[in-house]
């Protein structure tokens, strides 16, 4: 079985790390057993912005599925997931799809996937999705 791996939020400030929830960091480093561990560093990774996703839940998904007659933005949401996030998985000569999450993609990665939906919608449903800074 694989060791949990925790992540903590930390700032650099004057080449200096400083870890926020301090507290909680120490309780957690005091539950460990004497011994050896890993500290691994790395640049913060940047999900979407809340503008981002409101735009995603409150532009993108209501146009699509009042075109389309679904009426629970969740179903449209899984829906363009489908189309857009499927991955394949080799496991021992068999080949499986798995949908990623949303929640997963980096800023980059949504703003991509939000370009794929508004292509999309403008092939297949004749739909233009305006971009976010042409709504208010």
């Known amino acids: 079985m694989k060791n949990i791996s925790l992540i903590w ?3 650099v400030e004057e080449g200096k790390l400083v870890i926020l929830e301090k507290d909680k960091f120490d309780n957690y480093i005091r539950g460990l057993r004497n011994g050896e561990a890993e500290l691994i ?3 913060a990774f940047r999900k979407r912005s809340n503008k981002a996703n409101a735009y995603y839940w409150g532009i993108v998904l209501p146009l699509i599925s009042d075109e389309i007659g679904i009426l629970i933005h969740e ?3 899984e829906l363009l997931k489908s189309l857009f996030l499927k991955k394949g998985v080799d496991y021992k000569g068999k080949r499986f799809e798995v949908i990623r999450s949303t929640t997963d993609l980096s800023k980059m990665e949504f703003e991509d996937y939000l370009e794929k939906i508004r292509k999309w919608a403008q092939i297949e449903l004749n739909l233009k ?3 976010p800074n042409e709504i208010d």
């Open 75 to 77: 179903e449209t949401h």
């Open 41 to 43: 560093v790395r640049k």
């Open 129 to 131: 999705i305006p971009l």
């Open 9 to 11: 939020r930390c700032l």
